[in-house]
């Protein structure tokens, strides 16, 4: 499985971004979906996760300001990101859940998300 993101960028504090990340291979192994993100110096966060079924997780941080959708259709995933603050800048990395092994082994390069106070 390969995944491609795109849509990061630099954006103004209270601005919008929409993240996209296309799977491509065997992605019948794909179960749920999800998006991370890391900013210099510290730790990995994941940030919002969709399963097959339509269930949603978002990290606190984030809540009532993201929204992650998938396409399956088109094997696209989604993060809407709206009213981005400072602390929003990382690089943002798309992950695909395994439905052999359960884990998140795929995970694509990532795109930088900036956001200027």
Same mark, same amino acid.
């Given at each position: 499985?390969?995944?491609?993101?795109?849509?990061?960028?630099?954006?103004?504090?209270?601005?919008?971004? $929409?993240?996209?990340?296309?799977?491509?291979? =065997?992605?019948?192994?794909?179960?749920?979906?999800?998006?991370?993100?890391?900013?210099?110096?510290?730790?990995?966060?994941?940030?919002?996760?969709?399963?097959?079924?339509?269930?949603?997780?978002?990290?606190?941080?984030?809540?009532? $300001?993201?929204?992650?959708?998938? =396409?399956?259709?088109?094997?696209?995933?989604?993060?809407?990101?709206?009213?981005?603050?400072?602390?929003?800048?990382?690089?943002?990395?798309?992950?695909?859940?395994?439905?052999?092994?359960?884990?998140?082994?795929? $995970?694509?390069?990532?795109?930088?998300?900036?956001?200027?106070?």
């Amino acid at each position: 499985v390969q995944l491609v993101e795109s849509g990061g960028g630099l954006v103004q504090a209270g601005g919008s971004l $929409r993240l996209s990340c296309v799977a491509s291979g =065997d992605i019948f192994d794909i179960s749920a979906m999800g998006w991370y993100r890391q900013a210099p110096g510290k730790e990995r966060e994941l940030v919002a996760t969709i399963s097959s079924g339509g269930s949603i997780y978002y990290a606190d941080s984030v809540k009532g $300001r993201f929204t992650i959708s998938r =396409d399956n259709a088109e094997k696209t995933l989604f993060l809407q990101m709206n009213s981005l603050k400072p602390e929003d800048t990382a690089m943002y990395s798309c992950a695909a859940q395994s439905a052999a092994s359960g884990e998140y082994d795929y $995970r694509g390069q990532g795109t930088q998300v900036t956001v200027t106070s």
